[in-house]
């Protein structure tokens, strides 16, 4: 793609648009393209000026492939990642089962900046660094656009629909009055680190289950050019040990969950020592369960990780980012009644009402993954069963290939990765 014309001023935008997105991550920028491809007249909006950084674990795992197949990108998407065939899964007793799939690793600076190239291909246009600050409503409480800020300057821009992208942080969808959860239901840290010399030994997507990470796991992601990404999740619930719930675990330091990641697994500890540092690291919050922000209002969508849009099992976003952002598109592709820039309706309400239902219907679709993955998040609190299961998948060919389905979202985690498909997994046969 060529270099696109983004990070443009606030006065370079139109006054009315179709759709405003805001948030050019990959679930802003899915949804800003196929609405472009569909015709309408889109403005993405994104906090940060493009290229960016972003804290994440940068595996592409086979729904990413998936969804970027979907919009039409994934030759160019590959041309820059590192592919890997299997993600290996590491017990706290030192076994592991190589489990296979379609994955790869891109830097979240190169992934999101293609992906929001593709939009501006498009014919979306694209403006940063803006600050969404809040909703703009009619007399009926429905939204009719945002006001945005650059630097000093603020104004406001009319749309027919408003979609939120705008990942883990609370305060947008508090400004829009959508927020049901402020906490994070998740933490991840990560660092990158250049080792060449560890290239033949790091091929997969190495994930590491222990003890002394009770709550989540360590991961080793090796990306382009002996890069490697390396990092802990905290996927468990966040909430503090109270009184009346004494059970509760509190929140754990994730640097010191870090250094316990480099003391527990060898490859962790030579990546750090010998490797070069190339961004340090960095910790990120994670909304997950689909849960956490109502979907819609009249007038406005929200999708991506402000919707809930990350698996609270394994912290895997990036996928099903793209593809509620891909959903809310279809949606208003669909059912918004959207005509050209500045157009309405001919029947607001009943688009209003058929958007959000065709919305909401899509995601319902997601939610028995998202369910079941909530239930195998008990499985990071009680490391040992790990043990369990990958000893059992070793020793079975049909068990691993169970496992693959899963990764491969050919089959639900349920028939797995809960107390009933433990006890299930474990029956000889």
Aim: glycine share 12%; charged share 20%.
């Amino acid at each position: 793609m060529t270099t696109p014309n983004w990070n443009l001023p606030l006065d370079a935008l139109p006054e009315h648009c179709d759709v405003l997105v805001v948030g050019a991550g990959p679930a802003g920028s899915a949804c800003a393209r196929l609405l472009a491809l569909g015709g309408l007249a889109v403005v993405l909006v994104d906090a940060q000026a493009f290229p960016r950084d972003k804290v994440c674990g940068d595996g592409l795992v086979p729904d990413s492939h998936a969804a970027l197949r979907r919009l039409g990108v994934h030759d160019e998407v590959m041309r820059l990642a590192r592919g890997a065939g299997s993600a290996r899964c590491v017990a706290p007793n030192g076994g592991f089962v190589d489990i296979a799939g379609e994955l790869a690793v891109l830097p979240r600076r190169e992934l999101d900046a293609l992906l929001c190239r593709s939009a501006l291909a498009a014919g979306a246009l694209m403006a940063a660094p803006v600050r969404f600050e809040l909703p703009l409503t009619d007399a009926a409480g429905r939204v009719v656009g945002a006001k945005l800020i650059q630097g000093n300057q603020s104004r406001t821009l009319g749309a027919r629909w408003v979609v939120l992208a705008t990942g883990a942080l609370p305060a947008p969808l508090l400004a829009a009055g959508l927020c049901q959860r402020r906490s994070p239901s998740g933490m991840a840290l990560r660092a990158h680190v250049r080792h060449p010399g560890l290239d033949a030994e790091l091929r997969e997507l190495r994930f590491v289950w222990h003890g002394r990470l009770r709550g989540g796991y360590g991961w080793i992601f090796p990306g382009p050019d002996s890069v490697f990404n390396i990092g802990v999740g905290l996927l468990d619930s966040l909430q503090a040990e109270t009184p009346q719930a004494p059970w509760r675990r509190r929140r754990p330091n994730l640097r010191h969950m870090f250094e316990e990641f480099l003391q527990v697994d060898p490859l962790a500890a030579r990546l750090m020592q010998e490797g070069e540092v190339r961004s340090e690291l960095k910790g990120a919050p994670m909304r997950c369960d689909l849960a956490g922000a109502q979907w819609s209002r009249p007038g406005l969508l929200v999708t991506g990780e402000a919707a809930g849009a990350t698996y609270s099992f394994t912290g895997e976003g990036i996928g099903k980012a793209m593809e509620t952002g891909m959903a809310a598109a279809e949606a208003l592709l669909a059912h918004a009644g959207l005509a050209s820039a500045g157009g309405s309706a001919v029947n607001p309400a009943a688009a209003d009402d058929a958007t959000a239902l065709g919305y909401q219907v899509r995601l319902e679709a997601l939610l028995p993954r998202f369910t079941t993955y909530r239930q195998a998040a008990s499985f990071n609190r009680w490391p040992g069963l790990v043990n369990l299961i990958i000893w059992r998948a070793g020793r079975s060919p049909k068990i691993a290939a169970k496992l693959a389905d899963v990764l491969n979202e050919r089959r639900l985690p349920g028939s797995l990765l809960t107390w009933r498909g433990l006890r299930n997994l474990l029956t000889p046969g």
